[in-house]
C-alpha cells in the first residue's frame, strides 16, 4: 500500500463487545485514496486483542495492530497512537463507538484540502444510550439552533465553552505538537487539552453532517467512586491550562461550579456528607446567581439520595 493520506486512530481497552461494529464502520468508508487503521490495544483483559488481531489478519493491508503489553492510560495510548500514524491528516476514533457514514473520511479530507487555514474539522454525531432497547434511539447532538458556526478560532471555542465530538475529528499531521507537558499525560480529558494544543496556530472547522454514533454507558448516568476521581481530576487539568495559556482566559476557566455541583452529588452518593457540604458551598460560591429552580432540584435529589440509604 502507498503511504496513506488519512490515518484513523483507533484506541481501545475491554470493548470486547463493540470492538467489531466499530473496526466495520472504518473498514466501509468508501474514499479515492489510501487510508490505514491503527489499532492500538492498552492491554485489554477480556478478548479485545484477540479480535483486533483477527481483523488484522483479515485485512493486513489496512489495519495496523498495536498490541500493548502494560497500561498506558488513556491519554498516553492516544498519543502513542497518534504518533504511529503516518497519514498527512489523523480521525480519532475509541472503540465502543461507531461511524454511520461511509463518506466520513472522505469529506473531512475534502474540507482540510480547500481549507488550508483549518488545523482540524469535526462533524455532528449522534448519540445513544448503552441499555436502551435494540434498536437504539438515536439522539443529534448538535441540533438546530444550537450548532456551532463553520469556521471559528480558539477564542470562540474557549468562551463559548464548545463541546467538540472528539471522533468526529480529523486534523493535519502537523497540528500536534512534537512535546506536550507531563500534566497532559495524568489528565482524563485530553481530548479537549488536545483541541486546546491544536487550535493554537490555525482555525476549527465544522462540517454540519452527522458521522458518528456515541455511546453513553449506563453505568455513567449516576455518580460512582472513579467518577469522584475523574471530577477531581478535571478540576486539575482545567487548572493546568488555565496556567498554560497565562490566564487569558481566567474569568471562564476559574468558574468550576459545574465540577463542584457534580462532586458535591458524587460524595452525597458515597454518604460522605462532609465532602458533600464542602463542595456544594464551592458550588454556590462559583455560581454567579443562584436560581431558585436549580435549588428546589437540588433539594429533591438529595432527598432521594438520603431515602436510598446509598452507602460507600
Known amino acids: 500500500m502507498k503511504k496513506p493520506k488519512v490515518s484513523v486512530s483507533l484506541i481501545t481497552y475491554n470493548q470486547e463487545e463493540y470492538i ?3 473496526l466495520d464502520s472504518v473498514i466501509s468508508q468508501v474514499t479515492d485514496f489510501d487510508f490505514e487503521i491503527v489499532v492500538a490495544d492498552d492491554c485489554s483483559t477480556d478478548r479485545t486483542p484477540q479480535i483486533v488481531s483477527e481483523y488484522a489478519i483479515k485485512y493486513p493491508n489496512l489495519i495496523k495492530p498495536i498490541l500493548r503489553q502494560a497500561n498506558l492510560g488513556i491519554s498516553e495510548n492516544g498519543i502513542s497512537t497518534i504518533k504511529a500514524c503516518s497519514g498527512q491528516y489523523i480521525a480519532l476514533l475509541e472503540g465502543d463507538d461507531f461511524w454511520v ?4 473520511l472522505q469529506i473531512q479530507a475534502d474540507y482540510l484540502d480547500k481549507n488550508e487555514d483549518c488545523v482540524f474539522c469535526f462533524t455532528n454525531q ?8 435494540v434498536p437504539a434511539k438515536m439522539h443529534v447532538f448538535y441540533t438546530e439552533g444550537k450548532k456551532p458556526p463553520e469556521k471559528f478560532e480558539r477564542d470562540f471555542f474557549l468562551k463559548n465553552n464548545l ?3 472528539n471522533n468526529t475529528k480529523m486534523f493535519r499531521r502537523e497540528a500536534t505538537p512534537e512535546i506536550l507537558p507531563d ?11 488536545l483541541h486546546i494544543f491544536q487550535s493554537a496556530n490555525g482555525k476549527i472547522g465544522y462540517i454540519d453532517r452527522v458521522t458518528l454514533a456515541y455511546r453513553r454507558h449506563s453505568e455513567a448516568v449516576f455518580m460512582s467512586k472513579d467518577d469522584i476521581k475523574i471530577l477531581l481530576n478535571g478540576i486539575d487539568t482545567i487548572k493546568a491550562v488555565n496556567k498554560y495559556l497565562n490566564y487569558q482566559y481566567d474569568y471562564r476557566l476559574k468558574n468550576l461550579s459545574w465540577e463542584y455541583h457534580e462532586l458535591a452529588f458524587a460524595y452525597l452518593k458515597n454518604r460522605n456528607l462532609v465532602s458533600f457540604l464542602a463542595y456544594y458551598i464551592k458550588y454556590i ?4 446567581r443562584l436560581g431558585e429552580i436549580k435549588v428546589k432540584d437540588d433539594l429533591s435529589l438529595v432527598k432521594t439520595a438520603l431515602k436510598k440509604k446509598i452507602v460507600r
Open 126 to 133: 449522534y448519540y445513544f444510550y448503552d441499555d436502551e432497547i
Open 163 to 165: 463541546i467538540i465530538p
Open 20 to 22: 467489531g461494529k466499530c
Open 101 to 104: 457514514d461511509d463518506h466520513k
Open 285 to 288: 460560591s462559583a455560581l454567579n
Open 183 to 193: 500534566w497532559f499525560y495524568h489528565s482524563v480529558n485530553w481530548d479537549w487539552v
